[in-house]
T-cell receptor
Framework: DAEITQSPRHKITETGRQVTLACHQTWNHNNMFWYRQDLGHGLRLIHYSYGVQDTNKGEVSDGYSVSRSNTEDLPLTLESAASSQTSVYFC????????????FGPGTRLTVL | GENVEQHPSTLSVQEGDSAVIKCTYSDSASNYFPWYKQELGKGPQLIIDIRSNVGEKKDQRIAVTLNKTAKHFSLHITETQPEDSAVYFCAASLNTGFQKLVFGTGTRLLVSP
């Protein structure tokens, strides 16, 4: 069955370190998204991509970057981790033409000490 | 840009009662309104959605209503069951293949046996 996976599921890192969160989907979806989830803020969009070599900034993109070298993967990189980036991160994907449903991964809980 | 407000933040009901969650949006151009359910430790999952050419949509015990004039939409769950306990998110977007969803802050629903 097609799915979307994230790794690692849990990560503890130190302030200033570079961290990369992986997202992999097997639906062959064109659209991929990264969100962060914080209490009281819901889900906020970090970056998104509409296809290979396409990336766009969301509402909370400062300190994050993404790259899209193939259809299946959209890794999220924290260039220099900060305590304010402690959060739960969700990746999602959707098809370009099959309505708007976004399929979410299981999430990565990141703690920056 | 779009802004989505969601109320209440927490909702406790007895099994068998009805639950209503309300959202308002700011951008009159938005025309797609999905609802997601998030169970503990999992990613959000679409449960129902409505497009702006429809005022109401039902799927078994859940229904969504949309008032475009007032720019608000609501989720109704009837005959609630303990397994309905979860966090529910509303969202809004333009109904195109390149959709970006703007999420509300979430409602934690607790259904007591």
């Amino acid at each position: 069955d097609a799915e979307i996976t994230q790794s690692p599921r849990h990560k503890i890192t130190e302030t200033g370190r570079q961290v990369t969160l992986a997202c992999h989907q097997t639906w062959n979806h064109n659209n991929m998204f990264w969100y962060r989830q914080d209490l009281g803020h819901g889900l906020r969009l970090i970056h998104y991509s509409y296809g290979v070599q396409d990336t766009n900034k969301g509402e909370v993109s400062d300190g994050y970057s993404v790259s899209r070298s193939n259809t299946e993967d959209l890794p999220l990189t924290l260039e220099s981790a900060a305590s304010s980036q402690t959060s739960v991160y969700f990746c999602a994907s959707s098809a370009l033409r099959q309505g708007n449903e976004q399929f979410f991964g299981p999430g990565t809980r990141l703690t920056v000490l | 840009g779009e802004n989505v407000e969601q109320h209440p933040s927490t909702l406790s009901v007895q099994e068998g009662d009805s639950a209503v969650i309300k959202c308002t949006y700011s951008d009159s151009a938005s025309n797609y309104f999905p609802w997601y359910k998030q169970e503990l430790g999992k990613g959000p999952q679409l449960i129902i959605d409505i497009r702006s050419n429809v005022g109401e949509k039902k799927d078994q015990r859940i229904a969504v209503t949309l008032n475009k004039t007032a720019k608000h939409f609501s989720l109704h769950i009837t005959e609630t069951q303990p397994e309905d306990s979860a966090v529910y998110f509303c969202a809004a977007s333009l109904n195109t293949g390149f959709q970006k969803l703007v999420f509300g802050t979430g409602t934690r629903l607790l259904v007591s046996p």
